[in-house]
Structure formats: C-alpha cells, structure tokens
C-alpha cells in the first residue's frame, strides 16, 4: 500500500476542491428578510480599514452603508459612523437607533416592507461584527 506524503495530500485536495468548485458554478446567496435585527460591534481598530454594509428593503434596489475606519478607533465610535450611514440608506419606513456599540432595525409600522442587511467589506482588524435578528 502508498502513503501519502502531507504535501502530496494537501495537492490533491486542492485539486478536488478546484474541481467540485467548478462543477458547482456560480452559488446565489439566498436573501433573508427580516422585520427587525441588530448589529454589534466589539474591539477597537488596530489599522485603517473599512466596513460596508447592504441594506436592501423588500423590493427595493439594496443602499450601501460604508465607513472608514482609523487605527485605535473603538467599537462605539465606528457604530456611530455606520448609525449616520444606515439612517441615510433606510428610508422613514424603518427605525435606526444606536447605543454605545450596538445599532438596531425594525420596522417603522406594520406597513413598512421587510429588509436585510449584510456586510460586503469587513476590513477591519480588532474589531468584531455580529447581525443578529432582534
């Protein structure tokens, strides 16, 4: 019987990986819709970075919320940034509140189209970022 050697192993899962990646082409991630989320934040920046988020209402075309983010920045003031960034994006129909280093989301009324959001830059080492349902 051959043994492998550990190189040899990690080539040829590569390989397959490569392969079963190929075979499966482009994968859509499903969009979930929600009435109400959080975002918290934790950690302080250790470099320059940046951190974007999508918020998309139901049937709407998706708002990005995006802000730059210095060394030593701490969680709150960051959650600050992205607070003024998702007021902007939503529109009246939903309710943007922050405290210290956690943002929360929620329908404005019973009227109000459900949303996501999901990050599409998280570039910032330090610092931690959780969505949750709330």
């Given at each position: 019987?051959?043994t492998?050697?550990?190189?040899?192993?990690?080539?040829?899962?590569?390989?397959?990986?490569?392969?079963?990646?190929?075979a499966?082409?482009?994968?859509?991630?499903?969009?979930i819709?929600v009435?109400?989320?959080?975002?918290?934040l934790?950690?302080?920046?250790?470099?320059?970075?940046?951190?974007?988020?999508?918020?998309k209402a139901q049937g709407?075309?998706?708002?990005?919320?995006?802000?730059?983010?210095?060394?030593?920045?701490k969680?709150?003031e960051?959650?600050?940034?992205?607070?003024?960034?998702l007021?902007?994006?939503a529109?009246?129909?939903?309710?943007?509140?922050?405290?210290?280093e956690?943002?929360?989301?929620?329908?404005?009324?019973?009227?109000?189209?459900t949303f996501?959001?999901?990050?599409?830059?998280?570039?910032?080492?330090?610092?931690?970022l959780?969505?949750?349902?709330e």
């Open positions: 019987m051959r492998l050697t550990a190189g040899t192993l990690a080539a040829v899962t590569a390989l397959a990986v490569a392969g079963w990646s190929a499966q082409g482009t994968t859509t991630i499903p969009t819709y009435e109400g989320l959080r975002v918290e934790a950690g302080r920046a250790g470099f320059t970075g940046n951190v974007t988020l999508e918020f709407q075309e998706p708002k990005l919320a995006s802000v730059d983010v210095i060394p030593k920045m969680a709150d960051i959650a600050r940034d992205l607070y003024k960034q007021t902007l994006a529109s009246s129909d939903f309710k943007v509140k922050q405290s210290g956690r943002i929360t989301i929620e329908k404005a009324n019973k009227k109000s189209p996501s959001l999901r990050v599409t830059n998280q570039s910032v080492l330090g610092v931690s959780l969505i949750d349902v």
